[in-house]
Nanobody, 122 residues
Framework: QVRVVESGGGLVQTGGSLRLSCAAS????????MTWYRQAPGNQRELVAAITEIGSTNYADSALGRFTISRDNAKYTAFLQMNSLKPEDTAVYYC????????????????WGEGTLVTVAS
């Protein structure tokens, strides 16, 4: 079956950078939209950045100009490059992937990773 796993989180100082990865594996044929969300303590989960299968992107206002989403379809992977990090970026970052698998073909199924923690220290 399909598995989605985030990686790349950690502790970084204000102004630093991190690159998150979201990798799908298993019975994947292709992947539609891939989206990064985040959730900080006491807050709702919010959209950070999204990318379509052909590379169209959109960003939350908080991410625009600092974060870049990209993908490698051959590797079933999406990335989130985060620059100029601020303490308010501290959150668990989740990846959502709309996956077309051998099981679901030709339809898409929604998969979530378990999240990776990003902590930005002052």
């Amino acid at each position: 079956q399909v598995r989605v796993v985030e990686s790349g989180g950690g502790l970084v100082q204000t102004g630093g950078s991190l690159r998150l990865s979201c990798a799908a594996s298993g019975t994947v044929v292709s992947i539609g939209d891939m989206t990064w969300y985040r959730q900080a303590p006491g807050n709702q989960r919010e959209l950070v950045a999204a990318i379509t299968e052909i590379g169209s992107t959109n960003y939350a206002d908080s991410a625009l100009g600092r974060f870049t989403i990209s993908r490698d379809n051959a590797k079933y992977t999406a990335f989130l490059q985060m620059n100029s990090l601020k303490p308010e970026d501290t959150a668990v970052y989740y990846c959502n992937a709309k996956v077309r698998s051998r099981k679901s073909w030709p339809g898409l199924e929604d998969y979530w990773g378990e999240g990776t923690l990003v902590t930005v220290a002052s």
